[in-house]
Every structure is written in C-alpha cells, then in structure tokens.
T-cell receptor, first 114, second 112 residues
Framework: AQSVTQPDIHITVSEGASLELRCNYS??????LFWYVQSPGQGLQLLLK??????LVQGIKGFEAEFKRSQSSFNLRKPSVHWSDAAEYFCAVGDNNAGNMLTFGGGTRLMVKP | ETGVTQSPTHLIKTRGQQVTLRCSSQSGHNTVSWYQQALGQGPQFIFQYYREEENGRGNFPPRFSGLQFPNYSSELNVNALELDDSALYLCASRAGLAGEQFFGPGTRLTVL
C-alpha cells in the first residue's frame, strides 16, 4: 500500500530564510507526487506535481521540489520565505498525474518569524 | 466562474445521527472527490464520483455514502455518526479524470 511520511510536524523559519520541507513516500510503481498548501479556512491549493521527466519541479509562489528515487523523497524548497507562506503543507502520492485518489502525509505546519 | 463551494460551513451532530454534506463543483467539472481530514492529520480519500457513478473508494465503511447529481454537484452522507467522524470534510472537483483538481474550503463536522 502506498504511504507518505512528513517527518516534521512543525517548522519555524525567519522571514527571508530558506526552507526545506521533507517528504518520504512508499509506492510500488512510478509515483505521482504532489505538494499542496492549506491556509486556515481555505481549501487545499496545488503548489506543484511530479510524474516524469526533470526531477526538479518548479511550482507556484516560488516553490520547487526535487524527486529523488533512490531516497524515496520529494522535498519541497523555497529560497526565501515570506510571512504569507505560513500555512500547513501536505505531500501526497497518487495513482496518476491528475491527482486522483490521493494519499496524503500528515502535514507540516510552517510558522514564519518576522 | 465560481470555484468549489461546500455547505454548511460548520455542523454539530450527536452520536448516532445522520448527516448530509453538500458540494457544488466548479463550472464544467464532472468529477468530484471527497476527503476526510481529522484534526492534525492529512486528508484521507473517501470516494470519487465521475458522471454520477462512484469510480473509486478509500478505506471507509459503507455508512459513508455519496451521490452525484446531473448538474455534477455532490452529497456525502454519513449514517450512525461516531465521535471519530468529527473532522473537516473536503470536496474537490475536476474536469474528467485528468483535469487539475480544485478543493473547496470544507465543512467542519463535530460529533458530540
């Protein structure tokens, strides 16, 4: 069965600092991987996705993620964090590149210090 | 163009009762998925409807059921509510089975 682990429940960074959120997955075939962000009172918003090709994927809001098959990881990065990035971030794996029937990780709550 | 909307926003029920949650798809979207997000956890896939037929289901008991209507709006019904059913219920819609998925803001269900 597929699964996703996000080892860090909470992360606090200073505004302007770089960010890396960790994601490890378990999946039997070619994984389709996603990162979503959830702000309070908001639905999930897709940041980026990976299903083939270049292992470094660019997303919205200046985020990027790197797929490393050997480490079963898909970590999310941002070079310089803004206060508005404070939110909950979820990594997910799906059966196809459209994101059907996703399996989500437990999430990482990001707090940004001024 | 309106996005995915859900109603009600919040709901309080008691154990053993039944509840219906509603989702209006984004215009042009004929696929709807439902997820349960318990407090402090990631969303869990409940089921998906495509053109009014269920075409995928997660590990949820039969007391979780759904409907999709000809206008592609959807309902999630939960019978015999249990305390552990307290959660944020998210609906997502997409065009077909390959379009980008858009999530609604969710319905917060509290079971007392």
């Amino acid at each position: 069965a597929q699964s996703v682990t996000q080892p860090d429940i909470h992360i606090t960074v200073s505004e302007g600092a770089s960010l890396e959120l960790r994601c490890n997955y378990s999946y039997g075939a070619t994984p389709y991987l996603f990162w979503y962000v959830q702000s309070p009172g908001q639905g999930l918003q897709l940041l980026l996705k990976y299903f083939s090709g270049d292992t470094l994927v660019q997303g919205i809001k200046g985020f990027e993620a790197e797929f490393k098959r050997s480490q079963s990881s898909f970590n999310l990065r941002k070079p310089s964090v803004h206060w508005s990035d404070a939110a909950e971030y979820f990594c997910a794996v799906g059966d196809n590149n459209a994101g059907n029937m996703l399996t989500f990780g437990g999430g990482t709550r990001l707090m940004v210090k001024p | 163009e309106t996005g995915v909307t859900q109603s009600p926003t919040h709901l309080i029920k008691t154990r053993g009762q039944q509840v219906t949650l509603r989702c209006s798809s984004q215009s042009g979207h004929n696929t709807v998925s439902w997820y349960q997000q318990a407090l402090g956890q990631g969303p869990q896939f409940i089921f998906q409807y495509y053109r009014e037929e269920e075409n995928g289901r997660g590990n949820f008991p039969p007391r979780f059921s759904g409907l999709q209507f000809p206008n592609y709006s959807s309902e999630l019904n939960v019978n015999a509510l249990e305390l552990d059913d307290s959660a944020l219920y998210l609906c997502a819609s997409r065009a077909g089975l390959a379009g980008e998925q858009f999530f609604g803001p969710g319905t917060r269900l509290t079971v007392l």
